[in-house]
């Protein structure tokens, strides 16, 4: 984000003023200077004598200040650092009533800071300055040789006058050259920086070509072949050896713990992130080969990371589609049961949610996401746990909604409520990247594993909120 | 940062508010001397600047047109001496007012930093830390730059153009009323093109946020975007925002384009005039080349600082813009504040009761629910229940991060409210679930920095909470630095890290919210004998996970739906056959299958309650 905009406009600096003073300075500097020497040029020798010492101060001075701007710089970071870890943790802060000596260690820092800075005031109150005292030597030079040059009737007085005016002129440019140098050193500098993140690869996800060009509609048979894969060649691989079909109109239910691969499985699912070759299919095709955007238009995707744009319901709604008349919209919305919700909101569907909807709860968030999937109409539904944030009596609700829906459509239910995934043609069991345990809910709890644990679990858990609301009516 | 806020952060008010400037001149004050300093030198500047082309005067009417040569010499080296004089007076004025900035600007962050420090918890719940630092490092940023660009030298830039017109006409009153005749109109044009550049800069400043907002909410959205194959509609909203911002800075530019030439066109006028009407003069010996040498370097010197007025005139909106939200922050009064007299016990017990006490976050939507109880003296007490029944409520309301809305919670007989905060927190000894580490050695983690804690203390608190043989084995043990805020240690030694932290304070009441993660088995033993040490002489609260804790406890109050529901010793309430019973016994059915060779529950870490999920 930084590197974006503040290295955008520390480049914009040197593209436009930077080089703009440079060409100003550059001709005032030649009309000058030539101007001067046809006056006189024993003079204008003399006077420009100190001049050759301009680049080496503003490289000696450039390179300091650089220098010390990065240790400022770091400095703040450090002291930005300190903040953020200290707002963090303030609830440590305050129990072990740590805040006087986390004041003292932050004026620590901050005094830091402020020294550095002072170092940097420094160098930058003697750079200027300097640069006016070569210009005051010029004039000097002048005043001084010039005056005894039209003592001795060598220049005439007019001449002289002439020729202080050029001199004068020529302050400005030196000035522009100073500060064009230190422009040209951040500039620089930032746009290594921005080269750095225009160098990155483009995903191949944008990459590839593609060769499978075929339009005949998607009718969502999802084929998994010995799929392993991690995030980074030096982690341990989050799924290991995954074989799965599922048909085409079928539903399948993934359960596990946290961390156990569901989520890596659904975002391989959509290559979010790059499945080796040859691992994942949609009727008989590896989706690596798939063109571009038909992926994208077979699979209706609700994470349980919700994001919702800033902008109108309608607008999040309609994310994925082109044609969605306001039938459809109230459609999706129906079937999802945010609709009463939208009603009672004052513009309805137009009714404009902040960044992240903001306005909605985490439940209605989640309700739009899936809204946003349905009314695209999509062969194959992936639910990642799409249902964390309503309880499980509404999700049973929206699922009963959604069995219309999905009827013909290959849906792909992750979640960790077992009661959703009852209904499921199969249902997989992930366990540290592996799959542990495959069959239908009946068999499933014939085996008495892991899944087995886990319903009676839930299923406690649900009598016990069941019994906290009667005693809690009674 | 929400597009909200993003446009929070952009609005923009006036350069220059009385009512804003005398608060910020308040912190100048520790440092008057100072810059009474810097305002001398800021004179002496101006002096400098007026003497040099006075004595080109001198030195060509007086010397030069006497043919002086000895003279000559000696009003040069008169020259050389203002440009040194100039060199010094300038370099320690800009020091000292840098100086003073960032001496009042430290103060100010320091003063925010305290303010923060002292907030209640509610009001980190109100506001994203983002906003908040913002307003401690960026906005002073800004509001520095006021000293470090120079913008307080606006007063020196005044008192060059006043000084200049004094001089000039001083030397030569008509010829300098010919001089100074654009001037008017100068100040007239640079009025009216401050006031578009500043409509552009807010524009700009505005649709910048906008900008950022946009790129951060593509970013952090780049899965949903691609999952819906949206990457070219927000190419294409992106490149509309983006266009309107380059057609922003075009405009400007094209203020500048016209405003900065105008400047150059009446500075070439002035001069121009001055020619003709001096040389006029001169011909007719009225007066002498030296006026007019001296004249141009002033014209020259007069119009600089208002090239520069655009971007001061900027900073110092900007800076008005930031101090107004720094203000804004310091002026909103903390709601838990400490007694005007707090009451302290003469001699402490560690006894808590709750008495009828109603908690909620927002209105109408109740988390506590009349609770009342009572812990003596050195008892241990379980909290169980499911999630949101309200358990972590009732240990943030004992620690005073909240303040209750009815009934009362007395610590040793004595309200909290009646407390000093801090000194009532030295008491208690908080340990959380999610431990925060800090970033520091492993000393610091645990003493938090605090230097009153002896290092034998520290030896003592590791030892005892079982995690100083894993410490002493690190390259530099101690003195080792904490990685990534802990997130490379297990979560089993994170615990025990924090154990040691509540050991090191030696609190009386101890506040244990226990963790849920499960470790292994090793490092649960280890945990359950740093617990042992860690409740030893001590009244204790617990939020209990495991079984063990809960069995120990010398009574369990089980909280459901905000309201305590049953409370007895774990054989009472198995014995009742209520809601804890059933918890029990699905957790004593899976403890049963992990381990059916006797001692379930030291085996076993899997939680009671919370886990619905």
Redesign the interface.
Known sequence: ?SR??NDIHAVRELM?FGSLAMVDAAVVLVFSLSLMITINPRLTFWSMLAMPLIPVVVRFFGREIFRFSRETQEQ?SA???F?????????????????Q???R???AI??G??GK??WL??L???F???M??MA??A??VV??LG??Q??QGTMT??E??AF??YL??L?WPLMAIGYTANQYQRGTAALSRLAEVLDTPISP?YASLSADNDARPVRGAIEIRALTFSYSNDQSPELKNINLSIPAGSFCGIVGETGSGKSTLA?LL???YEPPDDTIFIDGVDIKRMA??RL??T?G?V?Q?I?L??GSIKDNIL??TENGDNGALEAAARVTQILPTIQTFGSGFETVI???G?RLSGGQKQRTALA?AII?DPPVLILDDAF?SVDAETEEEILRELRQFMRGRTTLLIS??ISSERHADQIIYLKNGEVIERGTHDELLAQRGAYY?LY??QA??H???A??RAE?HR | MSQEEHQEEEILGKAYDARLMARILRYLRPYSKLLAISFAFLMLQTVSQLLGPYITKIAIDRYIAQRDVHGLDLIALAYLGVVGFGFIVLFVQTYTTEYTGQRAMHDLRVEIFSHLQNQDLGYFDRNAIGRLMTRTINDVETLNELFSTGVVGLLGDVAIVFGIAATMLWLDWKLALVCLAAFPIIVYLSRFYRRRARDVYRESRLILGRLNAGLQENIAGVATIQAFAQEAKMYRRFQEVNLNYRNVLLRSIRYNAVFFPIIELFSALSVGLLLWYGGQRMLSSAIEAGVIVAFIQYIQRMYQPIRDLAEKYNIMQAAMASAERIFALLDNRKTIKNPARPIRPEHFSGEVEFRDVCFSYRPDEPVLKNITFRVRSGEKVALVGPTGAGKTSIISLLCRFYDVQQGAILVDGIDIRDWNKQELRRHLGLVLQDVFLFSGDFATNITLGDPHISAERILDAARRAQIAPWIERLPEGYHQEVQERGSTLSQGQRQLLSFARALAFDPKILILDEATSSVDTRTEALIQKALDELLENRTALIIAHRLSTVKNADRIIVVHNGEIWEEGQHTELLARGGLYARLYELQYHSQDRLAPNGEPEEKSSAALGDQTD
């Open positions: 984000m974006l905009t436009g703040l002291l930005s650092a903040v953020l870890e200290n707002l963090s943790g303030i609830r440590v802060v305050q129990a072990y009533a740590q805040e000596n986390q004041i260690r932050f004026e901050s005094s800071y402020r800075t002072m005031a420094t930058w109150g003697i200027w300055p300097l006016q005292v005051g030597v004039a000097t005043l001084w005056g005894r039209v003592l007085l007019g002289y006058v202080n005016g004068a002129m302050t996800r975002n959509l290559r979010l571009r955007g994208e238009k699979i995707y994470s990371d994001f744009f800033f994310l994925g902040g960044e992240r903001v946003r695209k964390s960790h409520r644990e009676r679990y406690v858990i009598e016990v909120e019994i906290g809690g």
